[in-house]
């Protein structure tokens, strides 16, 4: 298992949200790509990109910042998401040195080009399923669903998706803990690795994670807690390190 630090982009900026309300958001930089020099110092395996506002528009917005991450770091793996609607953005992304494009919205909204992305571009697509009490929401998280999470993930494992990030919006930017009960339920309905995403924000939370990771649980995205210094990053890999060894 991973500790994956995210950059949420909004406005050019580096930003968290409060259950994905975009007015509800606190910068914590203007220069995104001296962020991921600092996570990639620290020895980030991956790191996790979300274009908040083409995640609204539904086309990227924030690209040009995307690039020079990419660039600055090239051999630091990335996955993106956010505004991910069609195979023209995929391959852009994929050519700007992306190693993962994540499909939130329109894997739901067209399960079918999940499927042709999966076959155009194999190992590199994750879905991103963002559920409040076991509901999917879509849009940003501004719309919500009566489509269960556990049977969408059920099925884009069967299209080839490589990996599932399951967030709890209840729990996204609030700090109030990784909702591990769900992950695991999850975890253990899919044979694909599940990435664990909102709420982790402290070393407990870490080592929580660590105690099931063997159901699947293959990373853990942590954005408000790494800025606001709950966690530290260093320290949150190394426990997963030592936890599960050096190659987890």
């Known amino acids: 298992m991973i500790l994956i630090p995210a950059i949420d982009l909004k406005d050019g900026q580096c930003v968290r949200l409060r259950k994905g309300i975009m007015e509800d958001n606190t910068v914590f930089s203007d220069n995104p790509v001296e ?9 980030a395996k991956r790191l996790h990109l979300v274009d908040l506002n083409g995640a609204f528009a539904g086309e ?6 995307i690039k020079a991450i990419t660039k600055a770091y090239p051999d630091l793996p990335v996955e993106i998401g956010g505004g991910i609607r069609d195979m023209e953005t995929i391959e852009a992304y994929i050519q700007a040195g992306i190693s993962y494009v994540i499909i939130g ?30 509901k999917v929401a879509i849009n940003g998280w501004a719309e919500a669903s009566d489509l269960d999470v556990i049977d969408l993930a059920q099925q884009f494992e069967n299209d ?10 209840a729990r996204d930017g609030m700090m109030q803990g990784v909702n591990i009960e ?3 339920k999850l975890a253990q309905s899919i044979k694909i690795p599940v990435i664990a995403s909102g709420g982790i924000t402290n070393l407990e939370d870490v080592r929580g994670l660590c105690a099931v990771a063997k159901e699947g649980i293959s990373g853990a995205i942590t954005g408000r807690a790494i800025y606001e210094g709950t966690l530290d990053f260093a320290e949150g890999q190394a426990l997963i390190n030592s936890l599960l060894g050096s190659e987890s």
């Open 182 to 184: 769900s992950t695991v």
């Open 105 to 134: 919205t329109q894997a739901v909204k067209d399960p079918d080009f999940v499927r042709a992305a999966c076959k155009e571009y194999p190992g590199k697509v994750i879905v991103g399923l963002d559920a409040n009490n076991g």
């Open 160 to 169: 080839g998706v490589d990996a599932i990030i399951y967030t709890d919006i």
């Open 35 to 43: 962020v991921a020099g600092k996570w990639y110092g620290l020895g």
């Open 60 to 65: 990227p917005v924030n690209g040009d910042i």
